[in-house]
């Protein structure tokens, strides 16, 4: 099987062929990436209009890039995968009907993806993992404990019932003045800093439900960039570690909760996993606390590469590999309507903001 997979859900521009070859692993034939850092900014984060315009303009491009790169041409390619949500609906749309267009002219079929299940599915991409698994999902849209139970097949656990991490970071990096993407931004200024100097709340810590919030870290980190303004560059670095240290220990907590949870339901499960994904995966800080914790634990930690931890179309396109050989292609993907929201667990009762476009979390 060889997929061509395409990603426009925020702000960058991917496009990706992934081939799965009998008795062999999977492998990425081509990734190719597109960011748009630089024109978001000036802005301190993404602005949909902005983004939905630079993917129009660079999508095509990066699909030829993408093909070239991987040596295949499109009559080699057995499926076309797109990302249909969740995610900003500009860029949702531009890609899924791109992709509509090269699967009608080429006479492929369309899978619609969930950004979600692509990094749920990643760890089987690069590692083989087997199912069942937890995935603690950490990107700037999302924070969730969720079980992987197989392809299609999945439980939320446990979700943020405000902010998600990467936003908390990006908007902590905004208020100490730090350029956009606040992710590796604060992580560096937090690595000259002293994490003892603030105490900042560890939201949630000790509650039986998993859940997660960060708004309350989020003020108490303005309350105390305020008490010391005007920040020197050792204010800022004492405040980020202090922040970093705070988001740690509150994952380790909620995470914990879960492997035992786990380990209560599938008692039979030799090699129990912890998969950690999305783009505040590649946290070192966070990594290293989480892999400590699966081995006290006697879990497995896997955590994508850094290039396959934000968004990319090598998770799109393996996820419809998974797809395909699960038989699980919908025949009218044609008709698929790009969704901003669309949780992957859809059973579970949304914890927040459920309304007409489906539930947030």
């Avoid at 393996?318 to 025949?331: Q, S, T």
């Amino acid at each position: 099987m060889r997929v061509l997979g395409i990603e426009t859900s925020c702000d960058e521009t991917a496009a990706s062929v992934v081939a799965l070859e009998a008795g062999q692993a999977p492998r990425i034939l081509s990734s190719t990436v597109l960011s748009q850092i630089e024109e978001h900014a000036a802005f301190g984060g993404v602005v949909p209009e902005i983004a939905a315009r630079a993917h129009v303009e660079a999508l095509d491009g990066i699909v030829e890039a993408a093909l070239e790169d991987s040596g295949v041409s499109l009559d080699d390619i057995d499926a076309v995968a797109a990302t249909a949500g969740p995610g900003l609906v500009g860029g949702l749309i531009v890609g899924l009907m791109t992709a509509k267009a090269i699967a009608a002219a080429s006479g492929k079929p369309l899978i619609a993806i969930n950004h979600l299940e692509g990094h749920a599915l990643t760890a089987r991409l690069t590692d083989g993992l087997d199912f069942p698994y937890l995935l603690l999902l950490v990107s700037g849209g999302h924070t969730q404990i969720v079980l992987v139970r197989g392809v299609g097949d999945y439980q939320r656990w446990a979700t943020t019932i405000d902010d998600a991490l990467g936003e908390a970071f990006d908007k902590t990096a905004k208020m100490l003045g730090l350029p956009y993407p606040g992710g590796p931004n604060v992580e560096k200024a937090a690595a000259t800093g002293d994490a003892t100097r603030f105490v900042f709340p560890r939201p949630m810590k000790g509650s039986a439900q998993p859940d997660f919030s960060f708004s309350g870290l989020k003020t108490s980190v303005r309350q105390a960039a305020t008490a010391v303004a005007p920040l020197s560059d050792q204010d800022v670095a004492d405040i980020c570690a202090s922040f970093q240290a705070a988001v740690t220990d509150t994952l380790a907590d909620r995470v914990r909760r879960a492997l035992d949870r786990f380990r209560k339901e599938f008692p039979q499960s030799n090699q129990p996993a912890l998969v950690v994904a999305g783009g505040v995966a590649a946290n070192k800080q966070i990594r290293a606390k989480l892999e400590q914790l699966c081995a006290d634990n006697g879990f497995t930690f896997t955590a994508p590469p850094m290039a396959l931890c934000s968004d990319n179309a090598a998770m799109i396109a393996w996820a419809g590999i998974e797809r395909l050989r699960a038989n699980l292609v919908e025949p009218d993907a044609f008709d698929f309507v790009p969704r901003s929201r669309w949780p992957l667990d859809s059973v579970s009762t949304p914890v927040v903001g459920s309304g007409r476009r489906g539930a947030k979390a």
